[in-house]
């Protein structure tokens, strides 16, 4: 049996999710994995670090880049809650990450929404990867917003 599934390592980028919900953060996370092993682990930020552009999938990626001592994500794979942004997946594009895998698509501010692609050419896509609880998380969370 493989320890080192999809499904495990989304459930490590939820732990930076649900890090980012206590935080008051739109609770998104994100860990890059290389040979099975995470290198970077990271959650959204924007509030804490008054930055729009703290995203976690940035967040992440320039961790992971650090760490490897490389701009370069070609071995990598990207697990993140959300479908990356028009940013993100540009920051992802030029890293050409390996693989991207994502829980919950963005129906308001996804990449894909875009009609000409934004990844790199070569990156391979999974979508939907523990879909549910990220979707759970983020909707309890706008909910809260609300209220």
Not at 9 to 30: C, N, Q, T, W, Y
Not at 39 to 67: F, K, S
Request: aromatic letters at 8%; glycine letters at 4%.
């Amino acid at each position: 049996m493989d320890l080192y599934t999809d499904d495990y390592f989304m459930r490590e980028a939820l732990k930076e999710a649900r890090k980012a919900l206590d935080l008051g953060e739109v609770p998104v996370g994100a860990v890059v994995v290389c040979q099975n092993k995470i290198i970077a682990r990271a959650h959204n930020q924007t509030e804490q670090l008054t930055d729009a552009t703290a995203h976690a999938e940035m967040l992440a990626v320039t961790a992971a880049a650090n760490y490897l001592g490389s701009k370069y994500l070609s071995e990598c794979t990207l697990y993140v809650t959300l479908e990356p942004c028009v940013m993100c997946a540009g920051a992802l594009h030029w890293v050409q990450l390996q693989q991207l895998v994502f829980a919950a698509s963005d129906v308001q501010r996804g990449y894909s929404l875009i009609s000409s692609p934004l990844l790199h050419a070569r990156t391979i896509i999974k979508r939907g990867v523990g879909e549910q609880e990220s979707k759970t998380l983020l909707q309890d969370f706008f909910k809260r917003l609300r209220e």
